[in-house]
């Protein structure tokens, strides 16, 4: 406990030692748009509030439609008005097309196989290649269309196979159910839940729901990186025992898939499997079991 206090305490003065420069002007980079006055520490943390959508556009009336804010230790350009996203998101876009990594997506180093996060170059294009021609392209959702329909009627069915008897139904456990079967038979022809009421469902469900809520949770690592080996609220160790439970199914499901030997045409993970024996230079296990993690958990979502 003594020594945690230590850790804190040096973490403590090295950022009130940065900020305190950070204010006085040492090493302050020119050119820089207007922005609130920082705090030592905190930055302008404090300025975001509830609310924090309606707290910088009230901030953007006093500081413009572009300013400068410094949250913790991190610098963020901050655009409000339509003409500067304009520019940023279709003239610059190239520029700006990667992204800040939240430190619980470095979990299982899912930032570095994932094509959500990856950083614009080969490997995110060839990756983004694979999902568009087997998931999004207009012959494989034509394909699909089928198994889809089918489904949808389950779901149906046992909406009403429950108002018969007059049962209550679990409309969110019931659409999640469909949803992952929706995307299960994309990615391995398969169901990932056999039946409404398998308890795996309810489990599945919560990991995937702890994912999305720890992915949206503000972190104080993403604010101060120089907490990243303590993890205070230990969102990275939430996110390694999540990500390995679903990973595992993944594993499991590709040593079946070898297992069985047989070709499924227009399968996501035969498709996947092929390229990696091909070419394992170009598309690894781990970058298949990344692909379904986020093929899967992409359109719950967006749902």
């Known amino acids: ?6 850790v804190i305490v040096v973490l403590f003065t090295y950022v009130l030692i940065r900020s305190t ?8 980079p020119k050119n820089l748009p207007p922005g609130p006055t920082s705090l030592p520490i905190i930055g302008n943390l404090h300025l975001l509030g509830n609310q924090p959508h309606r707290s910088l556009a009230k901030l953007a009336q006093t500081h413009g439609p572009i300013m400068l804010l410094k949250l913790g230790q991190k610098t963020t350009l901050v655009i ?3 003409a500067a996203a304009k520019e940023v998101l279709q003239k610059q876009d190239l520029a700006f097309s990667n992204r800040h990594i939240p430190d619980a997506l470095h979990a299982h180093n899912f930032s570095e196989y994932s094509l959500t996060v990856l950083p614009i170059g080969t490997q995110w294009r060839f990756l983004r290649r694979i999902v568009h ?3 999004f392209s207009d012959k494989s959702l034509e394909a699909k269309q089928q198994i889809w329909d089918q489904k949808v ?12 008897s007059k049962d209550y139904v679990d ?6 159910t469909t949803s992952m079967n929706l995307i299960s038979n994309t990615l391995f022809s398969k169901d990932f839940i056999n039946s409404y009421e398998e308890d795996s469902s309810k489990e599945f469900r919560d990991v995937v729901t702890n994912i999305l809520v720890d992915v949206g949770k503000p ?11 303590i993890d205070p609220q230990g969102i990275r160790r939430r996110m390694t025992r999540h990500f390995g439970k679903i990973l595992a199914i993944f594993e499991e499901l590709i040593e079946d898939r070898l297992a069985m030997r047989r070709s499924v045409d227009d399968d996501v993970l035969e ?3 092929k390229i990696s024996q091909d070419s394992p230079e170009e598309l690894n296990r781990s970058q298949i079991k990344f692909l379904m993690l986020v093929s899967k958990l992409f359109p719950l979502y967006i749902y």
């Not at 420069?21 to 302050?28: A, M, W, Y």
């Not at 069915?157 to 108002?163: D, L, R, V």
């Not at 972190?219 to 990243?228: A, H, I, T």
């Open 133 to 135: 021609t087997n998931i």
């Open 219 to 229: 972190n104080l690592v993403d604010f101060f990186p120089v907490l990243k080996k």
């Open 21 to 28: 420069f950070s204010i006085l002007g040492f090493s302050k």
């Open 1 to 6: 406990m003594d020594i945690l206090v230590w």
């Open 153 to 164: 009627k389950e779901l149906i069915a046992f909406c009403q196979k429950a108002c018969m």
């Open 171 to 176: 409309i969110g456990g019931a659409t999640f």
């Open 80 to 82: 409000t008005s339509t």
């Open 271 to 273: 498709v996947c499997l």
